[in-house]
């Protein structure tokens, strides 16, 4: 008797540990493929997309439903998963020979392509399912949206410019929520759209001045390899103050009142901060100027125009 229940004890605890094994497994699996997609980094266009939401809404002066607002967040967690995990997928033999970015999940085998791949599948089900949840339009626009998105991952192969197109892919949130709310596209959301486009290209050709060496002997394309680092950051200075002046005057067309204007000054400060911190011959805080100070003007500016929608009259 006491021998059976010895036997029985040990497989029960043998039980638990693989339960337990298979549970952190699981997280770390979980782990992985949200370092995969820098699920973190969904604040960067969440923000925009949310202030268009706003702004449509009150159009017909009223507040985006609970519904509306949970179905926007899920098309661009969707979105974005797909986007950055088909990049992943585009990439796997550039991020191999890349210092910088040997150490991520395909790489290093730590998830298959296969995966990946499901991934990507799933992620644009997801998207195409919110599109469906929040009206026609919507779901009829899903599928140029993930064409965009992907055309992104193979410009660097051609262009110079694709810092722009990776900023058109997140520009066009804030349209898409407008068109989510509304049905319909309202022209002067297209500014917000150009001001997003300008600040992630921007942003995206600062951080392109780490890879310079690299996209040389990888015959890959960017602002900083075909003019230099020091043009290039005049580049990015000169679109980031081209965005600050598109939303002064998206928050005239609107007439805003001024929690926007705040926001505008708040955005154009933390800018200037960020340029501050890259400079030519130094590139040891692009982190801090890339994620850290990106993070904060996004929410901000939510933090900002969303009280100015709030209180706009119509």
């Not at 770390?28 to 969440?46: C, D, G, N, Q, Y």
């Not at 967040?73 to 950055?84: D, E, K, T």
């Amino acid at each position: 008797m006491d021998r059976r229940r010895e036997v029985m004890q040990k497989r029960s605890i043998r039980g638990a540990q693989a339960s337990f094994a298979g549970k952190e497994m699981t997280k770390s699996r979980i782990r992985t493929v949200l370092e995969m997609i820098k699920f973190e980094h969904s604040i960067f266009a969440l923000p925009f997309a949310l202030v268009g939401a706003l702004l449509a809404a009150r159009q017909g002066g009223g507040l985006p439903s609970g519904r509306q607002i949970l179905w926007i967040i899920v098309a661009m967690v969707g979105a974005r998963s797909a986007a950055m995990t088909m990049n992943r997928i585009a990439d796997i033999e550039y991020d191999r020979r890349n210092p910088r970015t040997a150490n991520r999940a395909l790489p290093r085998g730590k998830l298959s392509v296969g995966f990946a791949w499901a991934f990507t599948l799933a992620a644009s089900a997801l998207l195409m399912i919110a599109a469906w949840q929040l009206n026609s339009v919507s779901l009829e626009l899903s599928p140029v949206a993930l064409a965009i998105l992907f055309f992104y991952s193979y410009t660097k192969r051609f262009t110079s410019w694709s810092h722009f197109v990776l900023g058109f892919c997140l520009g066009i949130s804030p349209a898409a929520a407008w068109i989510a709310i509304r049905g319909s596209l309202d022209l002067r959301m297209l500014i917000l759209s150009t001001a997003v486009t300008l600040w992630v290209g921007g942003f995206d050709v600062l951080y392109a001045c780490q890879d310079v060496e690299f996209d040389k002997s990888a015959a890959l394309h960017s602002i900083p390899r075909k003019i230099g680092i020091p043009k290039a950051l005049g580049i990015a200075r000169g679109v980031h103050i081209l965005m600050v002046a598109l939303l002064v005057w998206l928050a005239a067309s609107f007439r805003l009142s001024w929690p926007a204007w705040a926001g505008i000054a708040v955005v154009a400060s933390l800018l200037a901060y960020e340029h501050s911190l890259v400079k030519s011959d130094d590139l040891s805080k692009m982190n801090a100027a890339f994620f850290t100070v990106n993070g904060y003007i996004s929410l901000l500016f939510l933090l900002f125009w969303g009280a100015a929608a709030v209180m706009a009259r119509h």
